[in-house]
């Protein structure tokens, strides 16, 4: 078998990623993935005393959310949340891997949300949400790309919502992309040749989410991707996993 690097890097390719990724250790918290989603008792257990208001009509700190990211430091090593009060933020947003410790915090499904629409051959360049960084944590913020499905097998037909690269656990909310039959998967890897070095390695997380989901779907012959005792709720369709993107052998 070959050696994955430890990562955690992963591209949420369904229309829709909503209200929890936390890409946060356990040790760090030292309490379940149930309280994580209670977002005050999170905020008091981090001990957060600092928080950035970002308001689409102009009434917090900054009207763009990557305007907020860009105002935290370069290596912060002190938690701050990042608040999207109520409404559509139309951008693309980047957290890169030096601005760990964010906690971004929205209003809730159906009240915040960052959308963009494009489509790309690259899933990282299509994102409408890209997170680098270790310790951060989203909360009540839906992630939307509305790029048309277009043509499968093609550039116009890989359009990401959500492209998260970290060190630590993840847990995984999702919805599905209404405008499919199974609706969406949470990966979608690609790797040219037995040979590199590379894959997607999920270990000790949870998914979990509304609808029917694949774990990935296969964008080349040799796509790696691995779940490890890992919470996989009924979001997860049976048959787990699709090369709807590679038309041609997985074996």
Request: charged letters at 15%; proline letters at 4%.
């Amino acid at each position: 078998m070959a050696n994955f690097p430890s990562c955690s890097s992963f591209l949420l390719s369904s229309f829709m990623l909503a209200i929890l990724i936390s890409c946060i250790s356990h040790s760090a918290l030292a309490i379940d993935g149930h309280t994580v989603a209670n977002s005050p008792m999170l905020t008091t257990k981090l001990g957060i005393n600092r928080t950035i208001i970002v308001d689409v009509n102009g009434n917090g700190d900054f009207k763009s959310v990557q305007d907020a990211i860009d105002s935290i430091p370069e290596n912060n090593s002190n938690w701050v949340i990042v608040h999207l009060r109520r409404g559509a933020y139309r951008e693309q947003v980047h957290i890169p891997s030096s601005k760990p410790y964010i906690f971004m915090r929205g209003n809730g499904r159906g009240k915040t949300a960052v959308v963009w629409s494009e489509s790309s051959s690259d899933n990282v360049a299509s994102a409408t949400f890209r997170v680098e960084a270790h310790d951060f944590i989203a909360f009540g913020i839906s992630f939307m790309n509305e790029a048309p499905t277009g043509i499968a097998y093609t550039s116009q037909n890989q359009s990401v919502a959500a492209y998260v690269a970290a060190e630590k656990q993840p847990e995984i909310f999702v919805i599905d992309d209404k405008r499919l039959t199974i609706q969406g998967s949470i990966t979608a890897h690609n790797r040219e040749n037995a040979d590199e070095l590379n894959g997607y390695v999920f270990i000790k997380g949870s998914v979990y989410g509304i609808g029917s989901v694949y774990l990935g779907r296969a964008k080349g012959p040799y796509s790696r991707v691995i779940f490890a005792e890992t919470y996989l709720s009924k979001t997860i369709v049976p048959q787990g996993w699709t090369n709807w993107s590679y038309d041609g052998s997985t074996e």
